[in-house]
């Protein structure tokens, strides 16, 4: 579709769809620069100190030691 295409189109809708029209056209933009930006990546130990792992954390579990 051309850009004149799209012009006749929207100029044969309502104002209120217009309006919408351009709504969307700005999510899309929005949408579109959100995506352009770089993920930031986590710095490795970067969560240090932030919880705690109990120290029994390796203790095998009551329920397995019939098998054990």
Excluded: W
Aim: hydrophobic share 35%; net charge negative; aromatic share 16%.
């Amino acid at each position: 579709m051309t850009y004149l295409q799209f012009y006749k189109k929207l100029q044969t809708l309502p104002a209120p769809y217009q309006a919408e029209v351009e709504d969307f056209i700005d999510f899309l933009k929005a949408k579109q620069q959100k995506a352009d930006q770089p993920k930031k990546r986590p710095v490795f130990g970067s969560a240090t100190g932030q919880f705690e792992i109990s120290p029994e954390f390796d203790k095998p579990l009551d329920d397995f030691a019939d098998y054990m």
